[in-house]
T-cell receptor, first 114, second 114 residues
Framework: DGGITQSPKYLFRKEGQNVTLSCEQN?????MYWYRQDPGQGLRLIYY???????QKGDIAEGYSVSREKKESFPLTVTSAQKNPTAFYLC?????????????FGPGTRLLVL | RKEVEQDPGPFNVPEGATVAFNCTYS??????FFWYRQDCRKEPKLLMS???SGNEDGRFTAQLNRASQYISLLIRDSKLSDSATYLC???????????????FGQGTILTVHP
């Protein structure tokens, strides 16, 4: 089955701890994205990557880091510098297709602070 | 003014009703438009893409008015299973293979009741 997987489904973070969220896709998509969703708000872009070994900051990158060592994988680390990390984190991927680019989402990871 | 604005609702309609959602966007250079459906605690799923003046898929019709900068989604003969949050998404993409930033509305909640 082709698709986007995210793990874990739920993640608990202690204060001062870094945690890493996994995102894998087997769709052979070029681009991958991380979003954060808070209740009653639209999705906000954290980081994106169009090609292996390259990534760009989105609108709310502070307190987060990413890597793109393989086309299929785009892990997100929530660092201790992110003071309000509780949210629903969504990974997406797309083929770079200009105006017809469409993003598809993984099932998400809920991060909760203990 | 928000870049993408939706009426958050909630819209409560009986089965079989016709319901319409509107969405306005602020950037006139926006190139493509999407409606995503998001069920409670799940990831957004693509419902429709809108590249020209409109698109129809069964009970769902999306229309685009570039002059007035709004997109609408019409759902006919509502089903209980249509209950979800509907996200309006705008892609500011100038074409080619460059990344086009997606901007998400906060979503419109629809509840269809028996």
């Amino acid at each position: 089955d082709g698709g986007i997987t995210q793990s874990p489904k739920y993640l608990f973070r202690k204060e001062g701890q870094n945690v890493t969220l996994s995102c894998e896709q087997n769709l052979n998509h070029d681009a991958m994205y991380w979003y954060r969703q808070d209740p009653g708000q639209g999705l906000r872009l954290i980081y994106y990557s169009q090609i292996v070994n390259d990534f760009q900051k989105g609108d709310i990158a502070e307190g987060y880091s990413v890597s793109r060592e393989k086309k299929e994988s785009f892990p997100l680390t929530v660092t201790s510098a992110q003071k309000n990390p509780t949210a629903f984190y969504l990974c997406a991927s797309s083929i770079l297709a200009g105006v017809k680019e469409t993003q598809y989402f993984g099932p998400g990871t809920r991060l909760l602070v203990l | 003014r928000k870049e993408v604005e939706q009426d958050p609702g909630p819209f409560n309609v009986p089965e079989g009703a016709t319901v319409a959602f509107n969405c306005t966007y602020s950037n006139s250079a926006s190139q493509s438009f999407f409606w995503y459906r998001q069920d409670c605690r799940k990831e957004p799923k693509l419902l429709m893409s809108v590249y020209s003046s409109g698109n129809e898929d069964g009970r769902f019709t999306a229309q685009l008015n570039r002059a007035s900068q709004y997109i609408s989604l019409l759902i006919r003969d509502s089903k209980l299973s249509d209950s979800a949050t509907y996200l309006c998404v705008v892609n500011l993409n100038a074409g080619g293979t460059s990344y086009g930033k997606l901007t998400f509305g906060q979503g419109t909640i629809l509840t269809v009741h028996p």
